[in-house]
């Protein structure tokens, strides 16, 4: 089947011809100019615009309207000698003005399909304004909900990383944008920013080799298998060679295994933070060892533009590296097809952004990307006879469920829960009362609040962190709700009046006296323009929720990291979730369970699901052979539901330790009451592989576990065998 979408991961004779011509014709100064991206505001228009005049500049990043896009082009076509266009980046992370839930929301609905449209509706309101290259999709594997931009990316998982990695590349690289131009994609933070130690943003990442081959790359590595045509350099020191000059990563990994063709974009001054990573001594320096490692374009510090063509005279850097890095940007330029079509319709931009199919798909992925945590007793669905409070500072919130990363989205473009509510229930039914600020401050309707859920039927309570408290440079040491919010939930819940709890945040939120006493919790998370009809039309039955966690929910701060493919140790503990009292000496705590307190995988229906009849197809395979397994599930409850199924491994033993579970399938499934499917799963032997002893990958001949289940934490049980030979 012909791909839909762009591959830039390639080239032709015929494109590398071009490159040729154009390279033959370039001066020093020239070729260094197309290797850097610069940032324009009102205090260096005129110098910047001179630069692109001379031939400088070969990208601008994050300038909003097709009419300065193409104002800043018409000087880098028409007035510069060799007219080389520039190419536009900007941060397209969940949208461009329709605005869909977070990524971390989105990758709990478990549909790489709904997140590949939603990729492709960004790609097409993005190119319709002047964007021609989105810093996105953001593939940083994480185990760390500490760290603000967990909520940019898929979770913690390296396979559903990488299955979303790879839908959001086809999405944003779409073939046939109303706008007839075209979009690269731009996986980033290349390598294991996720990993930043202690959770807090920018941070040291030191680890094994080894973490690094089977957890953090394999989403990049997958993105580009998909044709993704760029990826960004990160921010953080990894194992003591920051990632922007990281020969290993960039040159060893990226270009000799992998044979990327694609553009190396630092990351934000990342070139220039080389100096105070401690890694150059100045900025010369700094130039020289990203140009070395094998950054093609340095994103604003400059660096490249001061001191790289002095750099090449005195031959600290070969003149064959700069030219491999032009090639490359013009390579891209040329696939984009800025040379024939450097400037955007400006007729186009009004017209393609909020279409009502835009809208309608933003509800329909809010709606799948919420998690019902609780609901204990049927409390939810709510009836719509039922006279509801509707408490707390997010109840009818119009801005912070934009999330981290909204950019140009707009509150007047949003429906809050309030909005929402009022079109599924009688408009007399719901009382709504703020109640208190969403951080600490005076609370002066505190006692209103509390006395208007005393006198309702339920109380439903929408709390959590504002858009600013998750994403970049926003990390968290307490994960509970900000402000006075808990005293609220516990004041509510005093009255007696039925509690349900909507969480809103960014990232997985450590809530043990709500998971333990409020019968209801749903987690909307940051839901985009339409997460207000989208947490309605749950709370009201209209949608049976389907969503599922891609994050661990710790019980503690002190529990993290706290991630389900972790190992056994030496000392595994009974798993049974109990308190360390009788000193058996396991890997356990003395004051807290092990036990999350929300699986990986973990998301509840209004209907019930029974899995049964496991069947390992395949009990022995070779390794070029495919584990086969199959189990019946059915939907035991009154109402039709969809149930996402997941199929676990556990290779027993190996020459390195392995997880207890890794995720190696998932299907999401819809049931009506009462009905049964057998759901087949086929994995690739080679894909239960890991890098061994000499970090080769390797697939090795042993016994394995394997579970069909609803989450990380339960499941159907077998056993397979993979054979010698
Ligand atoms: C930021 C982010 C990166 C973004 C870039 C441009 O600092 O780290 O994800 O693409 O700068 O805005």
Redesign the pocket.
Known sequence: MTPNHYNFNQTTPQIEERVDALLAKMTLEEKVGQMMQIHIHEGNRAEMEERIRQGQVGSI??LYGVKDTNHAQRIAVEESRLGIPLIF???VIHGYRTIFPIPLAESCTWEPALLQEAARIAAEEASANGVDWN??P?VDVCREPRWGRIA?GAGEDVYLGSVMAQARVRGFQAKGLTSGRKIAA?P??YAAYGGAEAGKDYNTVDISERTLRDLYLPPFEAAFDEGAGTT?SA?NDLNGIPSTGNAFILRQILREEWGFLGVVLS??NAVGELVPHGFAADLKEAAKRAALAGVDMD?ISDAYHAHLAELVREGAVPAPIINEAVRRILRLKIQLGLFENPYTDEALASESILKPEYRAKALEIAQKSMVLLKNEGGLLPLDEGQRIALIGPLADDHHHILGAWHRIGEDADTESVLDGMRAVFPLANVAHMEGIPLERGDAPHFREAVEAAQSADVAVLVVGEGEFMSG?AHSRAHLGLPGQQQALVEAVHATGTPVVVVLMSGRPLVIPWIAEHIPSVLQAWHGGIRAGGAVARILGGRVNPSGKLTATWPRAEGQIPIYYNHKSTGRPPTGDGTLQFDMIHLSDYMDEYISPQFPFGFGLSYTRFAYADLEVVTPTLGVDAALVVEAAITNTGERAGEEIVQLYVRDLAGEVTRPVKELKGFQKISLDPGESQTVRFEVPARELGFHGLDMSYKVEPGDFKVWVGPNAAEGLEGEFAIERG
């Open positions: 990043l994050s980046g900007n941060d810093f996105a953001m940019e731009c980033k933070h960004m921010f990351d934000w994103m970049e």
